[in-house]
């Protein structure tokens, strides 16, 4: 049987060796081993964690390499095509929408305010060059007016987009023009996009055709096709006949 040496390996006399079974030696090699001291310069958990990412990444990137002509300069314009071409559609498309326009997202974030004071916050912004933030305040001053002259009912929790369509049916005429600046403020609001001035002088156009545009009331359409036939048909009108005379 194959023995190792005990760690008192000679004897006080100067006899032969105290010898040990093979097993027992290995078995005590890895307890002393395992102490502490012999283990204070290893890398810690997250280090060797690091080490083994970043050893995939290196093969990963060198089988890439491999395969991409021209090698590891091929590889290094690739990327900077991707990032490249990444940039331009960011700036060409701008924020990702988050979701549908204005849904689940109301048009007044805060307490209860008349038009006019929407107005002078607007303007407030206007003067500071704040686009995004006086274009949403226009938008605002523009319900709350309709809601004001009685053209909209006063709803809490109500979208840009509900109020375009509803103010839309009242004001046939500016119908297109609320959708579009419903549009706007859905961009500025949730999907994070900038405008400009020429952005809020449309919207501000719009707000003062608004305030001197009379509304299409239920019923006037009617009343004004039979008007004419009315009148015709009144009592009293006679209608003249080839010979100059009057039935």
């Keep these: ?22 097993v027992p030696a290995r078995e005590a090699a890895e307890r002393e081993l395992s102490k502490g001291e012999y283990h204070t310069n290893e890398p810690g958990l997250l280090n060797r964690i690091l080490d083994w990412l970043w050893d995939h990444i ?6 890439a390499a491999q395969a991409s002509p021209g090698g590891w300069v091929g590889l290094t314009v690739i990327v900077l095509l991707l990032v490249l071409l990444a940039v331009a559609l960011r700036l060409r498309l701008g924020a990702l929408r988050p979701g549908p326009a204005s849904e689940g997202g109301t048009l007044f974030d805060k307490g209860p305010r008349s038009a006019a004071q929407h107005r002078a916050a607007a303007e407030t912004h206007a003067s500071a060059a704040r686009w995004n933030q006086a274009l949403q305040e226009r938008m605002r001053a523009i319900v709350r007016s309709l809601e004001e002259r009685a053209l909209l009912d006063h709803r809490p929790g109500r979208t840009a987009d509900e109020a375009a369509v509803e103010a839309g049916k009242a004001l046939p005429a500016h119908a297109e023009e609320l959708r579009s600046a419903a549009r706007a403020f859905d961009e500025v609001t949730y999907a994070n996009r900038d405008v400009d001035s020429s952005a809020y002088g449309a919207v501000r156009e719009l707000d003062s055709a608004l305030q001197r545009a009379e509304p299409l009331l239920p019923g006037a359409g ?3 096709a039979a008007g004419p036939l009315a009148t015709q048909g009144a009592p009293g009108t006679g209608t003249s006949t080839p010979d100059g005379g009057s039935s």
Excluded: I, K, Y
């Design 222 to 224: 009617q009343e004004r």
């Design 1 to 22: 049987m194959a023995v190792g040496l005990h760690p008192a390996a000679l004897t006080e006399g100067g006899g032969p060796p105290v010898t040990t079974p093979r």
């Design 58 to 63: 290196s093969s990963l990137l060198n089988s």
